[in-house]
DNA sequence: TCTGGGGTCCTAGGACCC
DNA sequence: TCTGGGGTCCTAGGACCC
């Protein structure tokens, strides 16, 4: 029988932080967002002392100090890193595996029966934490949505050792029974709580909740839930990845700023991001968006929210090119007299690169950028991000994020490798 | 100046995911 | 004092065309 496993690290942040460094193990350990704004990742132990997920650091302090929480400062290569030797691990078991996020992935599975399932289960997370020194759940079920509900148990249920296999018909009900409507996936806050109103509390609930009902007071996205809940695939395994539509680059800053200068370096450090994320990729952008933000939170403060699209004609991924309309869309939004607090880029109309020469427009010059884009990409590869800048900005401020305490990048920077002393 | 319907395309905003 | 970032999909509504 084939079936869809969902394999999910579980406290992804905090356990890759553990992988280097054992001391935080059965420690109270939290990881927080950019600029350390919010918890995005918890420990078991920070759970239970009650740090809620995405909570504002400031708002937890006194918890914190009270039980010695340890707090890190996110290290995205870290992450990124690890996520891809686990994928990796995932691969030797399945010709089908979907990245969906970093750190979860859907994986076709192909057994006798369940009980081979469940095997195939139980020997995927030894071997993932053997190789990565991360702990996974994993969830099996006939379609996405009920590997999802099948993971969830697998979590939350200590008695199930981190893998559960829904497939067998008669574990359907009382799993359904027992998953609250808000974690079946695709449901969130807001569908919740009109839900719960019309007496759909779990995910059972909604499996046998009548289409038309569903298609007048949801949507189709509603009934592919309800659809996949019964056993019905509508969410196919994406194990080829869709060409992606965007690439963003976006922050809050450290501190407010006010000055176009301040705000063009931002900027076009934001555009440097996302074209070496383009470039990376062999993708072409045809237009691109930039938006400047106020402070959401200082209520006293005149709110403004600007933003304006520009074509890239003709399509390009090279930085220079992309700055200049980036700077003229960001002076046409700008505003005097306003602290901002966020801006940002997005990419859109992204298209293959195919390398090829384009005479209907291509010149010697254009021919010349794209050499010396490569050679900038490889020089900051090999000596590290923002060895070579493109721009005439100083790419420093007090735009630039906070970040206290981050862990060394241990497996991406020779000169922050692990040092072992006996 | 009044009268109609159907189709497409685009955009903004909402909801959701991790 | 201090409140993340990068994505996708869906829908409603407006503009436009015939």
Known sequence: MKAVALIDANNFYVSCERAFNPRLRGEPTVVLSNNDGCVVSRSNEAKQIGIRMAVPIFQVRSLIERHGVHVLSSNYELYGDLSSRMMNVLEEFSPEVERYSIDEAFVSLEAEDSAGLEKLGREIKARVYRYTGIPVSVGIGATKTLAKVAGFHAKT??????????????????????????????????????????????AFDLREARDE????????????????LRGIRCHTLASIPQPRRAINSTRSFGKMVDSLDDLKAAVGTFVTRAA???????????????????????????????????????MTNITTDIQTVALKALEAIYRKDLRYKKAGVMLGDLVPDYGLPQPLWETGKTEKMRELMAKVDRLNRRYGRETVQCGTFISDGKWQMQMNSRSPRYTTRWDELLKVTC
């Open 157 to 202: 249920l200590p008695q199930l050792e981190s893998v559960f296999d829904l497939t067998p018909a008669s574990l359907q009900v009382p799993a359904l029974r027992r998953t609250p409507i808000e974690e079946v996936w695709g449901v969130g806050y807001r569908w919740a709580t009109k839900l719960k109103a019309n007496g759909i509390r779990t």
């Open 276 to 314: 070496e994320k383009l470039r990376r990729e062999r993708m072409l952008a045809g237009v691109i968006t930039v938006f400047v933000l106020t402070d959401r939170y200082k209520l006293d403060d005149e709110q403004y929210s600007g933003s304006l699209t520009l074509q890239l004609a003709p």
């Open 213 to 228: 009902w569903i298609r007048a007071n949801m949507n189709v996205a509603g009934l592919r839930m309800a659809h996949e």
